[in-house]
């Protein structure tokens, strides 16, 4: 499976994902086969935070100046001023970026998005230390995700997703998910509290989603953090991730 497949498994994923916990708008393959996210109570200086996104735009074929046009135009017409542009790797890359920046986007400088594979074919090592208890979420637990995810415990009864908790005694520390497409399983949505940071929760749920893709018949795991997030992309390395590529994110506005 070359990296152009892994993109195209991530998009289908992604809109696994957006089905179970849709977004304030989202427009998808209206514009150069993009993923639009549209939220004008959510314009903020960073992409993490930001309900102002396009994703996967440029993988299937390559972004015109009158399709980076019409991303300006599209965003400016619902009174967004700043949005982000996430260019994945794409045989158009190079022609993708320099129909952005014909229409005024710039690089965003900022930390670098990181996207991780794990070979499933690799051996999985258990280097989980802590005392939490995990167990799998299902719709009818008593596990409470709501001060997480509010739709995590409607993910885990439907067949793409594991969902995980650590557990405190009786109080959720954190959890994990884990949404699975063919043969690639996505680990995605996963927190802790704050008093139980940095105490091995999320290697301990790491651990089990990858159990969860091998039994599932995964070939390959993929993750994405921030580089300055660093106790999450340990604890993935961990496990046996490699950072493959870089998503290179662009900026409209906000100077």
Not at 73 to 87: E, I, K, Q
Not at 161 to 177: I, K, P, Q, Y
Not at 239 to 252: E, H, M, N, R, S
Request: proline share 6%; hydrophobic share 40%.
């Amino acid at each position: 499976m070359d990296i152009f497949e892994i993109v195209r498994s991530l998009r289908h994923i992604s809109e696994i994902k957006y089905a179970v916990s849709p977004p304030k708008l989202l427009l998808d393959r209206t514009i150069a086969d993009a993923q639009i996210l549209i939220d004008p109570q959510r314009v903020t200086p960073f992409p993490s935070s930001s309900g102002n996104t396009v994703a996967f735009v440029g993988t299937e074929q390559p972004i015109s100046r009158d399709d980076a046009a019409a991303l300006v135009d599209l965003y400016t017409a619902h009174g967004v001023p700043r949005f982000f542009v996430s260019l994945s790797p794409s045989p158009w890359l190079q022609q993708n970026i320099e129909a952005l920046a014909a229409v005024g986007l710039t690089q965003f400088r900022g930390p670098d998005y990181h996207t991780l594979l794990r070979n499933m074919a690799d051996p999985i090592i258990n280097v989980a230390q802590s005392d939490f208890r995990i167990e799998r979420v299902t719709p009818d637990s008593p596990h409470s995700l709501d001060t997480f995810d509010p739709s995590a415990k409607r993910a885990s009864g439907l067949p793409e997703f594991d969902v995980w908790a650590a557990m405190a005694g009786e109080t959720t520390a954190g959890w994990g998910m884990a949404t699975t497409a063919g043969a690639i399983t996505y680990l995605g949505g996963a927190a802790t509290s704050e008093p139980y940071r940095n105490k091995g929760a999320q290697t301990a749920l790491i651990h089990a989603r990858l159990q969860d893709a091998e039994s599932r018949g995964s070939q390959i795991a993929v993750s994405e953090t921030l580089s300055m997030l660093g106790s999450s992309l340990r604890n993935l390395q961990r496990a046996g991730f490699k950072i493959t590529y870089d998503k290179l994110v662009y900026q409209y506005g906000g100077e």
